[in-house]
């Protein structure tokens, strides 16, 4: 428990400064499916793509399907304990190499450099 705390209170700081960078992207994801949604042809280009969770623990990995699933357009769908890859259903994958980059930085920049974890 004391590890998990002196964890939570070392990445305070990080979420903080997420948090207005998630707020921005929860918005302009909620307008854009919104729009799309009230459209006769919604302009959706549905597709997966895998995000890489090297060198996360599990409840980082956890948290990263968490964030991902509630930012819409996006859906964490599968992660496996071993595995490094999150499958992630996105509506709007035009490119899916920028989709998977975009993802990627998005959860480092709410959980930090992956496998850094304080003493």
Request: with cysteine; proline share 8%.
């Given at each position: 428990m004391k590890?998990?705390?002196?964890?939570?209170?070392?990445?305070?700081?990080?979420?903080?400064?997420?948090?207005?960078?998630?707020?921005?992207e929860m918005t302009v994801s909620n307008i854009r499916v919104a729009i799309d949604a009230l459209r006769p042809v919604p302009a959706f280009v549905p597709g997966f793509v895998e995000v890489s969770l090297k060198g996360y623990d599990p409840i980082q990995r956890?948290?990263?399907?968490?964030?991902?699933?509630?930012?819409?357009?996006?859906?964490?769908?599968d992660l496996v304990d071993d595995s490094d890859i999150l499958l992630v259903h996105a509506?709007?994958?035009?490119?899916?190499?920028?989709?998977?980059?975009?993802?990627e930085t998005l959860v480092r920049q709410a959980l930090g450099k992956p496998n850094y974890l304080p003493s």
């Amino acid at each position: 428990m004391k590890n998990l705390w002196k964890r939570t209170l070392f990445r305070l700081p990080n979420l903080l400064r997420f948090l207005p960078i998630y707020l921005r992207e929860m918005t302009v994801s909620n307008i854009r499916v919104a729009i799309d949604a009230l459209r006769p042809v919604p302009a959706f280009v549905p597709g997966f793509v895998e995000v890489s969770l090297k060198g996360y623990d599990p409840i980082q990995r956890w948290e990263a399907a968490c964030l991902i699933s509630m930012t819409p357009g996006t859906l964490s769908l599968d992660l496996v304990d071993d595995s490094d890859i999150l499958l992630v259903h996105a509506l709007y994958l035009q490119d899916p190499e920028q989709t998977k980059n975009e993802l990627e930085t998005l959860v480092r920049q709410a959980l930090g450099k992956p496998n850094y974890l304080p003493s």
